[in-house]
């Protein structure tokens, strides 16, 4: 679970680019966008985005792997012992990090010192100066075929908009169900482009893990990708030392709408690392799309995540899952990829089986060097843990009410085709430990025990220390007194009883507000809950009913309606995975019945009515299998159904396929008809 996930945003006038104006050319659609000026202040910024500050950067915060402990010693270890960060291993206890080349697979067979030799060469500047503050490194051997597939508009103008991403949007292509229209990107190609080509190429190496962005010797601010080492629970056990074992944060770089707001670009599925121990850390196009989406997807929605950059198929990388696939690899971005596993693996429980690789032991300076990058108040490290709590509540309750599921609390997921309160997304949970159940207020326990209460456990000597110290902060080196296990006993017997209240409360708070939305109804009332929405969770359980399919319709119901029901309730019912009406004694009446106290709740209200409702969202996540389907079979055909597909997601409450069109489906043309 991320710390520090992005909480959606509103559209910035001064943060707009010159990316903007390549989308519209692009044949993206331009609604909800400020018009470009003629003269973009950005249009010549580098390839890529300036640094932070080094207050603001990990690798000046915290410690990084002894292996490779300096800029200068990781571009040793690339030279004479690469394997240093790739093989499996347990680092030191006082790291945070380790520093990580983006690979991809040297051919075989090769020579390995050969290899060695001209693994760091030749460097490229990254801008036009003497002096700047990254290089591109390109490795000799690297020269697999990279599929650009994507570019995600509203995480780059949200997160990234000084980026330069050149031609990246003509390449894509113009959005299309129906997959490619008019001239390939290739024909349509000038030779005034050539910037823009060099610009767009450059962005495609680095974030499909063919160049490396680096420091040069000379440079102000040093900086080279890493990895972060955390620990966590496995389903409920403890598994030791995990960290990012196919995830390498590549670059980072300040809001320039807002500086003291930096983000992070992670490439995920770009190799291994040392935290892969037997894994291979590489993803498949499968998860990857998913996760592309999804994260967009969530934002539109109003639900904080992870953000979307871009989508890279390496078509000649095999990986061998439930079948041999192509590798991919998603860049995503967030304010920082610190998690509550970050703070575990400094201060792990004590006398637990491990089912994992090892674990260090514990040390709790490197874990107050965690909460102080995060710029939470050292002496409040209880209003940390508040705050986190809430956040989490207020996500998890926006999952619960939008059907999205988390396999394993991880970001690899995917919503609900038929509501079932048991369903389990995630093969491997065969207890059913994530399971939906959202029908009962104590679904919410998994994400308290495991999230919440692992956060106050690796904290709770800080929490213990500072209550000592009449709530003033430690300092570094506090934890020489050795009296851990007295604060952590302090610390959570302070904390525990509150938090957990404190969760429980905002989750149901927050969905409760978020089942209102979804009901278009304006005005809480505390007999909501009974009356309306654990009913309805009822019916669409024992009806076996299309969640998502459900709600849509919903939308569409007015007062007026409620008499006669019966062809609203029909049409309802046949929303099975089967496309017909269950078979089952009094189940249209018990719509009937709940439809009626619905039209008098909203008749209750209908001064604030607006005869809309506004949470009837019309995207469905499952259209990823679709797309994932086009892209394998095509990718430079499918990544115009993958842009289609991402425009929908970022718009879910658009009425797509000519939802509302009084027309015969005839009549419809052949886009609108494949959006549905």
């Known amino acids: 679970m991320l710390l520090n996930c992005v909480e959606p945003l509103p559209f910035d006038e001064a943060a707009a680019s010159v990316n903007a104006r390549r989308t519209v050319q692009a044949g993206i659609s331009a609604k909800n966008r400020v018009p470009i000026p003629d003269n973009p202040a950005v249009s010549d910024v ?15 915060n915290l410690t990084p792997d002894p292996a490779t402990p300096s800029i200068s010693a990781f571009k040793y270890a690339l030279r004479n012992n690469p394997s240093i960060q790739r093989r499996g291993r347990i680092i030191s206890p006082e790291a945070h990090f380790s520093h990580i080349e983006p690979p991809e697979d040297p051919p075989e067979p ?51 908009p000084h980026l330069d991403v050149g031609d990246a949007f003509e390449v894509v292509g113009e959005p299309s169900p129906l997959g490619q229209t008019g001239l390939h990107w290739q024909e349509r190609q000038h030779p005034e482009d050539s910037k823009a080509v060099a610009t767009r190429q450059g962005l495609i190496d680095v974030l499909g893990g063919h160049a490396m962005l680096i420091s040069g010797d000379e440079s102000d601010v040093s900086f080279a990708p890493w990895s972060l080492r955390y620990s966590g629970h496995h ?61 967009e997807a969530m934002n539109a929605l109003g639900i904080p995540t992870t953000r979307s950059l871009s989508i890279i198929y390496l078509l000649s990388i095999s990986v061998i899952r439930e079948r041999r696939e192509s ?33 260090q032991p514990a040390d709790l300076d490197a874990c107050w060097a965690n909460g102080s990058l995060i710029r939470c108040c050292i002496s409040k490290h209880l209003k940390e843990a508040h705050g986190d709590a809430r956040r989490n509540a207020r996500m998890v309750a926006g999952w619960r009410a939008y059907g999205f599921m988390h396999g394993v609390i991880n970001t690899d997921d995917k919503t609900l085709c038929h509501y079932d309160p048991m369903h389990i997304c995630n093969h491997t949970d065969e207890e059913g430990r994530y399971a939906y159940k959202v029908g009962s207020l104590e679904c919410p ?17 800080l929490v213990g220390a500072e209550a000592e110290l009449g709530n003033k902060a430690v300092t570094a080196e506090w934890a020489k007194e050795g009296k851990k296990d007295e604060w952590s006993d302090r610390g959570v017997a302070l904390v525990e009883e509150e938090l957990e209240d404190l969760f429980r409360r905002e989750y149901e708070v927050e969905f409760h507000a978020r089942m209102r939305q979804r009901l278009g109804l304006r005005r809480a009332e505390e007999k909501d809950n009974a009356a309306l929405v654990q009913p309805l969770f009822v019916m669409l359980a024992d009806h076996k009913l299309d969640f998502h399919l459900t709600f849509r319709h919903l939308a569409r119901f007015r007062p007026a309606l409620s008499s006669p029901l019966d062809p609203f309730v029909d ?7 089967t496309g017909e009406a269950p078979q089952l004694d009094g189940a249209s009446e018990q719509w009937k019945s709940w439809l009626e106290k619905y039209a008098a709740r909203i008749e209750s209200e209908k001064e604030k009515w607006g005869g809309t409702n506004s949470e009837g969202a019309d995207w469905q996540a499952r259209r990823g299998k679709e797309v994932i389907a086009k892209v394998e079979a ?3 055909n499918g990544r115009h159904v993958l842009a ?21 489906d005839e009549k419809l043309d052949a886009e609108t008809k494949e959006e549905i």
């Open 46 to 60: 580098p390839h890529f985005c300036p640094l932070p500050p080094p207050s603001k950067l990990l690798n000046h």
């Open 634 to 636: 095509d990718a430079q």
């Open 445 to 461: 326990s998994v994400i308290d025990d495991d999230i919440i209460l692992a956060l106050l456990n690796a904290l709770a000597p």
């Open 110 to 160: 090769f020579d390995k010192e050969e290899y060695a030799l001209n693994l760091a060469e030749p460097a490229e500047q990254t801008g036009s100066g003497g002096n700047e503050p990254l290089q591109k490194l390109y490795p000799a051997y690297r020269s697999n075929p990279m599929e650009f597939l994507g570019l995600s508009d509203t995480g780059l103008r949200d997160c990234l």
């Open 571 to 577: 049409a309802l019912l046949r929303y099975t995975s």
């Open 235 to 295: 389903f409920g056990a403890w598994a030791g030392q995990l960290g990012d074992g196919r995830a390498i944060s590549i670059h980072a770089t300040p809001h320039p709408s807002d500086p003291e707001t930096t983000y992070e670009l992670q490439v995920k599925g770009a190799g291994r690392t040392p935290f892969s121990r037997r894994a291979d850390g590489l993803a498949v196009i499968r998860s990857s799309i998913r996760e592309y989406l999804c994260a």
């Open 327 to 359: 590798a991919c690899i998603v860049t995503r971005v967030a304010p920082s990829f610190l998690r509550i596993g970050s703070f575990e693996a400094l201060n792990p429980p004590k006398e637990l089986f491990l089912f994992g690789g090892g674990q």
């Open 644 to 664: 289609k597909v991402m425009q929908m997601a970022c718009d879910p409450y658009e009425p797509w396929g000519g939802e509302g069109d009084t027309r015969t």
